[in-house]
Structures are given as structure tokens and as C-alpha cells.
């Protein structure tokens, strides 16, 4: 991704849904991390590797070049509230997304970061602050407390994390509040016939070592064809072989610590559980926080295979023979409820079909290639992402702007 270092030209939105202010504000926070993101830089680079920063900051100005016209396009009305769950990773990506934009048409923002990287965020919005100056409310409140005096008054509810806290905060609100849940996906990454491999496998690579498999985006399942599998895997860790280990300052590393601590313990557990099919890979130093880019072979995948979260360059592969199967397979049982996303290499029309009916997929390009954080992202898994009013409950690609027209426009009628 590549931004151009240009200030946006388009004019405040009529009717009064972002005055010029809040236009300014935006801009301010875009002009600073073209001009001078070095600070932001350092301070991702705490939780992020040095490339995962830079992706993160060129997506964040990109988002809030589109803020007018995303807002312009759904034309949500004035929002009283606004309260939000900040999620552990992506924090200034996530600042654009459920804050800055959003306050172009909402009037008060409270959010409450998440306590793995609370120093950071903190920080982070310490920065932003002084040049937005926007009324958004950083809280040091206790999730208990958050919920009772923020989020149960709130019109809108943000909350990105784990299906089963979301769910806790859901069952506590009043009928006629807007809650959106993100959460994550298995995002399986299917290699079928008729593939470019060497596009495939780098495609592979640079979405799940990307932040050193810290990113949500990331594929839990590879699928790859019978016929091509030795290919695939040979391909693969020719590739693995050649990536650099380093600290997150370090521009030319490939991948680095794991931050999270769950997350590296969850990898060496499924680690050490399948020694055995561990093709490449797969050293865990505790004391460097470090795991090496993992290929581990799977038996194949059914619809009860339980697929793990990996938060860790792990790549779990398996080989598949009918497409119809597999397609039957990715629409069902657990799959059903973490679809999110899905990659599709090759010649398999009737599976890119059926996965559409449930995620949002991608043909020859991974994931990455769609995130556009102005634009609607995600599957139909309940599990995945969700929006309610306390009556109804549906699943679908969720945009805040675009959700709370459409509910606030609902409840005119």
C-alpha cells in the first residue's frame, strides 16, 4: 500500500453531518503521520515489527482519506453516544476506525483499552489528542465500571475481542442500544488447481507472518489440493528458509517476538502436541519470546475439526481432493460460525460461490487486498462479527457508519 503525501481536498459534508471542525480534526491527525509518523512509528513498534507499523500507519491515513466520503455515502444522523472496546493489536488503525471516523457524526466517545496494551494506547492517544482535540474520552475505568457508567448509556456499542465477552456485554444491554461485535475468523486459504503456486505461497507468507502472525487477518487453515501439495509445501519452506528473525525496530526483519503472552504459549502447546506432523520449523525459545515460522501437515479437515486462533506464524495445512467436499466442509459446523474471510487460489468457481454465501473472498490476491477500513469487512459467522438492537441479531460485513444508518434509519419508521 502506498499513500501519496497529499492533503485531501474533499469539502465538509452538507446537512451538518461532519462541520469543519471535526474535517480539520481529521486532517490534523492525517497531516501528522504523513509529515512526521516517526513517534507513532516507535511507539507500534513496542507491540508491532517495524513493517507491521508501516502497513498499520499507511492504512490509518488511507481510512481517514476516505472518512468524508464513507460517511457521505452512508449518511448516518447525529449519534449522542459512543462507546468503545479497543482491541490488543492494530491500536492506531483501530483509533481511526471506531473513533476518529465515527467522530464525524457522534458527539461524545468514550473507549476503554484493552489492558494487554494499555501504556501504548494511552500514549498513542496522548499524541493524537493534542492535534484532534476531539471529544474523545480515554477511560481508566474498570470493565465493570466502564460497562455500568459508559457502554449500558451508550446509543452506539463498539467492542472488538473475544465472542464470549461480547456476549457478556450483549445479554446487559437495553433493548434499542446498537452493539457491533468484531471478532475473528479461521480464514481458510485454499490452493486449488490451476494455481500460480510461487503467487500463492508468497501470498501465504506475507499473511501470516505478517506481524509475526499477531494480525487477525491472518489464515488459520492452508487447503491445498492433492495434486499440489508436495509443491506447495516444498514452495513453502523454501521460502520460510529464507526469512529474518529481528527485533521490531529492525526494518529488514521478517518477523519477530511474540507480544502476547497467550499467544505463545496457545503456539507451543499445538506445537508440542503435533510434533509429529511438524514439517518445518517450529523452534520456541521462551526467553526470546520467539517462535520460527511453523509448517505442520494436518490428517485433512472435516466439518468437526476444531482449528486453533493462531496468534504465531503457524501454518496448518492440509490436502483436500473434491472441492464440492471442501466446500461442504468450510460451510458448516465451526466453520460456519468463525466465517470471516477466505482466500481462494486457482481454477474453483463453484467453491469461490459457496464461500461467498459466508465470507468475504478473495480470488489470487489474500485478504489484505480488501481491507479497506472504509468499506464494510467480514463474514456471516456469529462468532466472526455480529450487530444487534437487542431485538434482532444478524450477521453480516459490518461498517460502523453503515450499521448505525441503517438502525437509526429503522428506528424512524
Known sequence: MTIAPTRPTADPLPGGIADARCVRALRAVRDLLVEDPGPVHALLCEISTHRAAGYEIEATIATLDGALAEVGRHRPPRVPSLAVFMPSNVILYSYALYLLVPALYADR?????????????????????????????LTDASQRDFLRTHVQPADVVVFTGAYRNAEQIRSQLSPGRLFLFLGAGVNPFVVAPGSDIGRAVRDAVEIRVHNSGQDCLGPDLFCVHEDLLDTFLDTLVAELKGLRYGPYTDPDADFGPIFYEGALEEAALFLARNRRNIVHGGHVDFRERRVDPAVVLGSGVTPRTQVPEFFAPVFYVVGYSDADELAATLTTGPFTERALGSSVYGDAPDLVAALRRRTTVTVDANLFSVDDGNAPFGGYGRMANYITDGRQTWTEPVLISKAVAEHFRAERQ
Not at 117 to 135: F, G, I, N, S
Open 109 to 137: 466517545l468514550v473507549f476503554r483499552p484493552s489492558s494487554h496494551v494499555r501504556d501504548q494506547t494511552v500514549r498513542l492517544h496522548a499524541l493524537l489528542a493534542e492535534r484532534h482535540c476531539l471529544p474523545i474520552e
